[in-house]
């Protein structure tokens, strides 16, 4: 197959879900503008450890099958993980409704978050987990234009919620806690219902939304399947318990304004980060299987992508160190005064995350889940000593410049790691192949 309508084609389906991305992303940025003037920094900094509890729920919803989708030896078989992956979603999220309500009704939340907030955590995790099969989905398809789609009506409807209750909270006082939570909420619930309606007008997609069969069914794919869970949730787990472990420690011991400031700095850098790389990881995945079966070389693309992305990537973090402050003030308001310092210290973490996470896939493609996880597990400790330095010297600032220090170290480790398995795996194909009995 000639090299150049390939490269083409990944650079489509790249920019198809790149330009969903981007809209969603440019509407959550305008929002984001007009919010910080109708909430405060307390107000985001009990969001943001709400949704660090989403993001860590959110794995054990699907325990990671939706990653084997992609890679299924088959259609039929990749439809029948997606049903399975969907009806243990649903069981995961009713288990969590249920011990929300009883830890709300003992006024027990964790981390102090109110017992109204602990409500909306199981139909977000419902939401999210129901998205991120049917990304996958389409994903296995290259339905890549349903996936964008759904991105820019979740993030426009988000956006349009948080607004609103934002705007009524100067009557409603409860909204102050509520209105960014819920809005987030009511987007991802409206997202995912159109995502649904797209999925019915495609053939190949629209038997998983028909009723599931027996249980019977998905047994032998889940046995088969079983390094997901086992592997990748756990590693997924504690690389997201890591990731958020900021916002979950942090908040016991300083303020919600100072996590404020650090959260929304968070969410204008990393965030949109995350997005790009699970943008590349989702479009390089499939393509590196598709390679991998026809016996092609993986690295020539890999090192493009890392070159063109460093090249964009590293001019902008620089001018952002500069203009940070300003920028954030000009923009939020007086009261987010502070947010520059937060961003600078993430700007080496985001360099070095927008190389190595983009390459996740590659521990999936080659089944090195465990070394992966090992790296996870020394990340989640140094963050711990980081964390645990900044709160014994009772600084707030201290604790997030160690954290992200720390966290840029291990990723730039942990890529040259990705690279190396990718650069084994191409020297293996241009091995001679071991003559025969006859030659």
Known sequence: MPKQPHITRLLKESGTLLSGSMAAQGAAFVAYIVLGRLFTPGDFGQYSVFYSYIEVLIILSTAKYELAIVAADSDGEALLLSQGALRLNRTVSALLLCAAAVLAAAHAAPSALPPALMLLIPPMVYFCGTTRVYTHLCNRFRNYKSIAASEVVNSLSSVAARIGFGLLNT??????????????????????????????????????????????????????HRNYPRYVMTKDLLTSFSANLPFLWLSLYFGEAALGLFGLAFTFTQRPVNILNGIFEKVFYADSVERRRRGEPIGPAVRRFLLATNAVAVPLCVGGYFVAEPLFVWLMGPRWEGAGYYIRCLLPWLLAMLSSNSLMFVSNLFSTQRVE????????????????AGILAGSFRLAILLLSGVSTAVLLILLGWYLLQINRYDRSLRQPSAPTAHS
């Not at 409603?172 to 999925?199: C, D, E, I, Q, S």
């Not at 996880?373 to 645990?388: D, I, M, S």
Request: proline share 9%; hydrophobic share 55%.
């Open 373 to 388: 996880f090992c790296f996870q597990l020394a990340l989640l400790v140094l963050r711990v000593a980081a964390l645990g």
């Open 171 to 224: 009557v409603v006082a409860a909204l102050h806690t509520l209105g960014l939570p819920l809005g987030t909420v009511v987007g991802k619930m409206v997202g995912n219902l159109y995502f649904r309606l797209r999925l019915r007008r495609s053939p190949e997609v629209n038997p998983v939304l028909s009723r599931p069969p027996a249980f019977g069914a998905f047994a032998p794919l889940l046995r088969k």
